[in-house]
């Protein structure tokens, strides 16, 4: 296993400020400057910002469709391996499992479904401009981390992936 | 479709307080005292609580299990029709779509992710005990509700559901 | 788990001939008069027809559907639960586990699948004027019947059903 | 979408024959000399076979695994991107879905699984030593087609492929 490159997920919502746009564009180019895989779910706003971000720096891309083909669920113009699931959100669980960690840009209730989803499988999560979330039973979540920069966001989700993969 | 009982998704964590399994026996109680059927994981904690309360107060429960078979993912003794899906916590997509409303009691990640998927596929919830989320846009959301007892949770669910039906 | 109902799945075509129809019809009934619950995928053709028998028959009735509701996924009439799963033909998986035993009338792609399914995780399947089937490695299945009543379908299906439970 | 290349799946068991093997190999290593992308199941048998071809012959491979991690459904050591999906044989839908042709080699219950899921969804298959299949209703198949060697099956879904795209 150690030979691949490791796979970082960004996720946000389809729709985005241009600030998250910005800021999921910046991630998208350090996660391919570490050499790193970029996997998002494949469609508009933070997803292909991230997307294009990792092109624009030479790195490669998979976009995990929710649709059932690339005319029904068209993905973004900088996706280079397309996905189709076929089964809606539940892509989501593809792609966090995909994963060795995940960067979250701003908040849809898409993305929540995908913040649950790494921490209930112990995959770290760090978040930018992003969800608050204080589990109910006050337990702190070593996992869930936040970042003030998408390069700071990078460099806490590749340790945080590294370590979990040793 | 209107001559079909209403059915309604408790969710909530396998493990979970004391007062959060009393609070979920009410909510099962009061879904069948209604005449509509219980949804639930199919597993322990609070899916159990509201599945017992259900089948006592002579209502009906439906299981939507992780696993992929009764031996492997066993469903807990107060299921009375066990669905087996075989993809993990995909699951919870298929008891959310299911649903005409949910109701939410405590909160773990897995929980998250279903309250997550229902708002996203807007399907009204209802929390007690839950987690406090506040959208990172500031947009109210409608859909999301908080109730202060087991009874007044499933009124408002209720409420919803049959308002989201007409 | 041994006093939950047998849950008994039957597949077939959206569309089928009206001798596939009379045949779904029952064994849709021959399963409720034994007490079992008939899942099926909710939809029309030999799913209605199967589901019809059954309720005619004074049975319980579960639709496993591909969509995410009733309103862009409708159940035929005679579906009394209805799961809605948004995984589109991968609720075939959800319908096949859900079973002890499949019963197959006629024979499309999704039923071919239904069948590949079933015999992969190792659940019995009885075919009712269906598809001729003969693994390229020429292995006898034993997990693979055919009958040529409704009646003798049903019977051999909850024989190798209650076996497998055992 | 014209600039992505072209996805080709290769479908087939777990454990296979020597000749099964080769055949696969030498599929994977056409499907790379033509600058398509092999996708699979990720595992052993045909899967490792056919990626092992695509890789040697300096192609990409995809790996579209049932379980929920690297640990838990190791890719073969010829997959180059690995997709974990968590939703069990339900990946089949993924792998089919994600490729613009199949290639069936051999002949297991997922594979026939596979063959279905893909003619459900209208998605052209060549077979080479695997399933006879005859639709019950004797209606021909004409996305469905046999090879007598790999290049012939290679040519055939590409031809296929690319049909369906224009």
């Known amino acids: 296993m150690t030979s691949l490159p490791l796979q970082i997920a960004v996720i946000g919502g389809a729709s985005c400020t241009p600030q998250q746009e910005k800021l999921?564009?910046?991630?998208?180019s350090e996660i391919a400057?570490?050499?790193?895989?970029?996997?998002?779910?494949?469609?508009?706003?933070?997803?292909?910002?991230?997307?294009?971000?990792?092109?624009?720096?030479?790195g490669r891309?998979?976009?995990i469709l929710p649709g059932e083909s690339p005319e029904t669920s068209p993905p973004n113009p900088?996706?280079?391996?397309?996905?189709?699931?076929?089964?809606?959100?539940a892509r989501n669980q593809?792609?966090?499992?995909?994963?060795?960690?995940?960067?979250?840009?701003?908040?849809?209730?898409?993305?929540?479904?995908?913040?649950?989803?790494a921490l209930k499988h112990r995959i770290p999560?760090?978040?930018?401009?992003s969800w608050q979330l204080e589990p109910p039973d006050g337990r702190p979540e070593p996992l869930l981390m936040s970042a003030q920069t998408p390069t700071?966001?990078?460099?806490?989700?590749?340790?945080?992936?590294?370590?979990r993969s040793q």
């Not at 999560?125 to 401009?129: H, K, R, S, T």
């Open 125 to 129: 999560v760090v978040l930018l401009e």
């Open 61 to 63: 891309t998979v976009g």
């Open 24 to 28: 999921a564009f910046e991630v998208g």
């Open 78 to 89: 900088h996706i280079e391996l397309a996905i189709h699931t076929g089964i809606g959100q």
């Open 152 to 163: 700071e966001a990078v460099e806490l989700v590749v340790a945080a992936a590294e370590e």
């Open 33 to 58: 400057r570490r050499g790193a895989v970029l996997l998002c779910g494949g469609r508009g706003g933070v997803m292909e910002a991230a997307a294009r971000g990792a092109r624009e720096a030479g």
């Open 94 to 117: 593809v792609l966090v499992l995909s994963a060795r960690g995940v960067v979250g840009v701003g908040g849809s209730w898409g993305t929540l479904t995908e913040i649950g989803l």
